[in-house]
């Protein structure tokens, strides 16, 4: 699967897709309403058949529910049925039901099968209206779904998810392998030795964020200065996650044309932002995974993810011995039994490279091992 993110151009018809937005809000709050009164009557969820079946009766009385397909909503029940089953199943993990949702906050609909057509061009037939959106690229694989998105800003987003022609098949051209360790100073330090620096984006723009944010909080609710100074805050988040998206694709692409196999460790993100906060999700190292692995895939190389327990940085790469604790702090160190001097994330890097290597097929290795150190 791929998805595809093209914008609609601003145009007074775009409203009927806002009231649309806006109606699938509703839709969603009654069904909320529903499930709950029928949990306290029965003990159990409202399955989804029930709740189709009683919304096309509703839909006949409602004529604001009338703005909106009939295949937006059976999504939106899918989805809330899907929730709840989710709920029952991990409620005891902490896993919260379906809340209710603001209509103003409600973001978006999804058509599946119908409600939608590409006319050409640029232009896209949506229920009775014809839209233009910018078209960066042409739309030649199979449409599975069509999501229309309303930003923070109020622009709208049109989101396909198309599938592949054909999936590449691995295929190593380099022979390289790399391994690569994720740190709180150095975004990444390859096995080979090089370090990528993070430009810490967010750290750059944290002042203006702060002053836009202490300007929102000061305005008076429900004011044309507050809905403005609201605005300002979003475009200044939207700035610092444009340029650090931007940057993630280009050493994505860097990565992939200069090694076939890169090998990762499974990383524990959300407790790594309990406990150091805005600098592990300023580094956005989960969005940088996503993105390397969508281009790894179109460009057939292989991205490994090693065991989360994988004692990667108290491993010595030289002799193999395992140290029995070791502080974060402690940057550099002596192994006592080959008196090798390892910094901490080259050493990890080297022994998730080996390690990774060893998840190979014995003929890929064969034909990668000259970049294996070892």
Known sequence: MKILKFKLYNHQQNRYLKRSINAVGVTYNH???LHRRYYRMYGNHLNCAKLQSYRVKLRKRKPFWQTVGSQAVQELCQRIERAYLLFFKHHKKGVSPPGFKKIKKYKSFTLKQAGYKFIGGTRVKIANGVYQYGNYREIEETVKTLTIKRTALGELLMIVVVGYVSEPEAKFKTGKIAGFDFGGKTFLTISDGTKIESPQFLKLSINAIKTASRQHFQKRKE???RERAKKNLVRK??????????WFWKIAHELTDKFDMLCFETLNLKGMQRRWGRK???MAFGEFLQILQGIATKKGKQVVFLWRW???SKTCSDCGHVLESLDISVRGWRFPSCQSINGQDENAALNIQVFGASTVRLGDVRQAMPAIAV
């Open 223 to 225: 004011s044309p200065n």
């Open 280 to 282: 592990i999700s300023g």
């Open 237 to 246: 988040h939207e700035d610092v996650a444009n340029r650090r998206c931007n």
């Open 31 to 33: 069904c909320i309403a």
């Open 310 to 312: 994988y004692p990667s």
